[in-house]
């Protein structure tokens, strides 16, 4: 991908001390709340602070951060709502009950208002949003037939105007956005632990 930024040759100590500091924040709300409920030999936060520091390698153009229960993914989802402008493009990448959809309805939820019910768009494919500066276009293409589909579903008004949330973007074949941040989904070692990667943020952080 054309936009990917290979931090073992462009970061220096700050600049990757700084995506830390980001990543570290993303996981405060959960951090914050271990801390007024501990809980011995299991603490969350402790567990997502210690998942950093296997990841300080600067070799690495992608940050982790493990959730390990649905509301920290919200928590961290909220976060990154905060860091959203109009033209972005997510794709929402991960096995199927990741944890793609969870994520995206609490970050829409943050820009629109709690009260938004966002179903997820099996059938549909995209549903839209109106936050208060831009639309939220959510995609999930896995029951998309043929790529070429993607452009009657409007994702070139989405990536023009709009905030673009796609789960599944494997389905749009080689009609990929010309720029886009991706976020990965993974199971982790536990029923609720997810490993949640971001790659290709530095640009959009520093
Ligand atoms: N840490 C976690 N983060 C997110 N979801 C979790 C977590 N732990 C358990 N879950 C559960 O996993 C499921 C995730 O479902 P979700 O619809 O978000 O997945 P998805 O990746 O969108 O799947 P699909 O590809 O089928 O659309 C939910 O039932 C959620 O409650
Ligand atoms: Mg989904």
Known sequence: MENVVDMSRKADDGVFSRLLRLLQSLAMPVLA?????????????????????????????????????????????????????????????????????????????ALCGEETEVPSPTFTLVQTYDAPHFVVW???????????????????????????????????????????LEIEFSYGSYENERIIRFTDWKDRLF
């Open 33 to 109: 709340k271990a801390r007024n409920h501990p809980s011995p030999g299991s603490s969350p936060g402790l567990k997502i602070a210690r998942s950093f520091a296997p990841k300080q390698s600067r070799k690495l153009n992608f940050c982790e951060v493990k959730s390990q229960k649905p509301e920290e993914t919200a928590a961290i989802a909220r976060r990154v709502a905060s860091l959203l402008r109009s033209g972005d493009v997510i794709l929402l990448k991960g096995d199927l009950g990741s944890g793609k959809s969870t994520f995206a309805r609490a970050l829409i939820q």
């Open 138 to 180: 959510h995609f999930d293409l896995y029951r998309l037939q043929h790529p070429e589909e993607i452009y009657e579903l409007g994702i070139e008004e989405a990536s023009l105007n709009g905030v673009s949330l796609i789960e599944w973007p494997e389905r749009m074949g080689v009609i990929m956005p010309r720029s886009s």
